[in-house]
């Protein structure tokens, strides 16, 4: 590990300009390049205190032993050089896109004397025109088939071709009429070359054109009674239109535009993009990177735009490219695109309309992609076995941890306080054995609870007693420990002790429920949750069960009774374990609050009412329009209420009369009482005086944990 000081250029030296810049480590590899308004300025913020960089970058600055820089006159230039050094010296440093899958591209090649269509993986060819890319092959061949009843373009092999022309005899389809077949002289070079340069406008979306051309062909044979010809002109218009229907159209104003979203964690990132020609998505692709070096997402855009069109030129480039976030600085971007188009580029955020709703779904896409690449990397044997020894060897444990547990605590703003409980074991997620918590919190626990005011810390505190307290339990039901009285435990908010009888075993013989430990306890938190957690191990004298947190800021592992972290490198797929199952309990403890929550909003005073069943209170409240007007009636006329009998009548009359109204609502605006049960908004339990509406909740929801 080299110290940057040694190799930190003396001061002066480095110019205040434009350029970019390359770190080598000891034998004189580029591990990472960059670009820079100011050399000067970008140089000196890697050459300060270790601990004032992020672990990323600090990896880096201790991986290199040599910086180097070149001056350039622009920004643009720079942006241009940077390009083409990632290429060239494909640094482990600098963000990389790698395609998820080889995509396969409709090309036409219109740099040979008779221009073929093909399906084309891979690289580029130079004079070869391009679309997609397709997410399959054989949806280039079905559009192909469609398309050649119109436009008879060559489709043969170069052998078939050749073969074809000695013989003097033309393939199948030159035959059925899907090849104009040029090989036998039945169209001139400049006649087929033609067809094929409409068979590209059409497929770069210029359809209006041709399907206007074919109506009025169809028209005047219909005029001339040739009607053999009209029909054949109508099974082509038929044709085009069929291929059109297999691209829907998504923007109306028939926009050229690409579309760029990107997912990311900590970890990794994933790019979605869109390719729309004439209103319709021509094609999709997606890339996945590890996010190797300290990067915002305009960054990540920025790189995605080099890499999508570090090769295009011309109309490859759209006029328009649609981004989550814009570079910093997004002018020499945009110039950059606006020369390789060779006219105006406009890079840009929707706001509004179908472009903003069309971003939306390409980021779905995006979310999708990284869910499911996590969720191969997941499955990979031998990649779960190297996580676990990872984190075996950085926590100093006896053994791989083959069940790890997570907790996770979740409420909103002190309310409906919630736990989670994730089991993964062998590396995977074992859901049957996930569990929920309703915390509470009891007077008698080491620490004084306050209601809805309890915090994280307590929270974890009582959770993992909770679930340990029924581990003990089972162990002294199953005649490990001889009989003591005293203990109990609780699941899902119950805290009543178990029943006495044999151990429940589930369909492999094991323990259920809480029966079974862990090597390993995760919880999502700092240094102080791992303390509440560690503590309540303690109290209840369990020493052979680790704990660690996962905090999420600078994804720093916390271990009990340590004042420093574990830093795990951000390539271990130990780090990407415990990233993976502190955001599962992370996800499953919300479900469960927000679960919570509505359910609580949703309730009435009808719920209490015994044997009064979900379609009885609907027709209640639709006869009588609400609570309040139910509860002034009669028990005759609720009896009027069809399927309401005169017990059920007296039973709800008694549960209304119980049943204390709720403090009215006030408009905080005007001072005007709103009453809830007349249709206006509901109100919660800790603010009974502000309506709770959709944007309420919307920022209510913004600050759940």
């Not at 080889?102 to 004079?127: D, I, W």
């Not at 998505?281 to 070096?293: A, C, F, H, I």
């Not at 990397?377 to 075996?392: G, K, N, P, Q």
């Not at 509440?532 to 720093?556: F, N, P, S």
Request: charge should be negative.
């Amino acid at each position: 590990m080299a110290d940057p000081s040694s190799y930190r250029p003396k001061p002066g030296e480095i110019p205040d300009t434009p350029g970019v810049y390359r770190f080598r480590d000891e034998h004189r590899r580029v591990i990472y390049v960059g670009k820079a308004k100011s050399l000067r300025q970008r140089l000196a913020s890697y050459f300060q205190d270790l601990a004032n960089l992020h672990p990323r970058t600090r990896t880096m600055v201790t991986t290199a032993a040599s910086v180097e820089w070149t001056v350039v006159s622009t920004e643009v230039e720079a942006l241009q050089l940077e390009y083409s050094w990632i290429k060239e010296y494909d640094p482990r440093f600098n963000v990389k896109y790698r395609d998820d899958k080889s995509y396969p591209y409709l090309a036409v090649t219109m740099n040979e004397e008779f221009p073929r269509v093909q399906v084309m993986r891979g690289h580029k060819k130079k004079g070869v025109r391009y679309f997609g890319p397709y997410g399959h092959a054989w949806a280039i061949r079905d559009t192909v088939d469609l398309l050649l009843r119109v436009f008879p373009v060559r489709t043969c092999s170069a052998g078939v071709f050749k073969n074809a022309a000695r013989t003097g005899r033309p393939c199948l389809l030159g035959y059925i009429g899907k090849c104009s077949a040029p090989c036998v002289d039945r169209i001139s070079p400049d006649d087929h070359w033609d067809l094929a340069d409409e068979f590209c406008d059409f497929m770069a979306g210029r359809t209006g054109t041709y399907l206007r051309r074919l109506e009025r062909q169809m028209a005047d044979a219909a005029e001339e009674m040739e009607y053999e010809r009209a029909a054949r002109l109508r099974d082509d218009i038929g044709a085009l239109r069929k291929a059109m229907e297999k691209s829907a159209v998504v923007l109306a104003d028939a926009t050229d535009a690409d579309l760029i979203a990107v997912a990311e964690d900590e970890l990794e990132a994933a790019v979605q993009i869109f390719h729309v020609r004439g209103g319709r998505v021509r094609g999709q692709r997606g890339w996945v990177t590890d996010k190797v070096e300290e990067v915002t997402t305009g960054a990540l855009v920025e790189h995605a735009l080099q890499q999508l069109y570090g090769e295009e030129t011309g109309d490859a480039v759209p006029k328009e490219v649609l981004v989550p976030a814009l570079p910093d600085p997004v002018e020499p971007v945009q110039q950059w695109l606006t020369d390789r188009r060779g006219s105006g580029v406009s890079l840009r955020i929707p706001q509004r309309g179908d472009k903003k709703a069309l971003m939306e779904t390409v980021q779905r896409n995006a979310q999708q992609a990284l869910v499911l690449h996590k969720t191969k990397r997941a499955s990979d044997l031998t990649t779960r076995s190297r996580a676990l020894e990872e984190i075996a060897e950085a926590l100093d444990l006896d053994s791989a941890p083959l069940r790890i547990e997570c907790y996770d605590i979740s409420h909103l703003q002190g309310d409906d306080v919630v736990a989670s409980m994730v089991v993964f074991e062998d590396g995977l997620a074992r859901k049957s054995e996930y569990r929920r918590f309703q915390i509470k919190g009891r007077a008698g626990d080491t620490q004084l609870w306050h209601g809805n005011g309890q915090d994280d810390v307590r929270s974890m505190h009582e959770v993992v007693t909770r679930r340990f307290r029924r581990y003990l339990a089972d162990k002294e039901r199953t005649g490990e420990w001889a009989d003591e009285s005293g203990t109990d435990g609780g699941e899902a908010g119950s805290d009543a002790p178990p029943t006495d009888g044999p151990a429940l075993k589930d369909e492999d013989g094991r323990p259920k429920r809480f029966a079974y430990p862990p090597q390993l306890i995760v919880v999502d938190g700092g240094r102080p949750q791992v303390a509440a957690a560690q503590r309540a191990l303690d109290e209840l004298g369990i020493d052979d069960i680790a704990v660690c947190g996962l905090a999420k800021r600078l994804e720093e592992v916390w271990l009990p009774r340590e004042d420093d972290p574990v830093v795990l490198p951000r390539t271990s797929e130990g780090l990407y374990l415990l990233q993976r199952v502190r955001d599962e309990a992370h996800r499953f403890a919300i479900t469960y609050q927000r679960a919570k929550r509505a359910k609580r909003f949703r309730s009435s005073p009808l719920d209490d009412v015994p044997g009064l069943g979900e379609t009885r209170k609907q027709a209640l409240i639709k006869h009588f329009g609400s609570v309040k007007k139910l509860r002034s009636a009669t028990i005759d006329q609720i009896c009027e209420v069809p399927g309401i009998g005169r017990k059920t009548a007296e039973t709800v009359a008694v549960a209304l009369a119980a049943a204390t109204p709720a403090a009215p609502a006030v408009n905080t605006a005007t001072g005007e009482i709103i009453d809830d049960e007349d249709g206006a908004p509901e109100t919660t339990a800790d603010a009974p005086g502000e309506p709770v509406t959709a944007g309420t909740l919307d920022e209510r929801r913004g600050q759940e944990r």
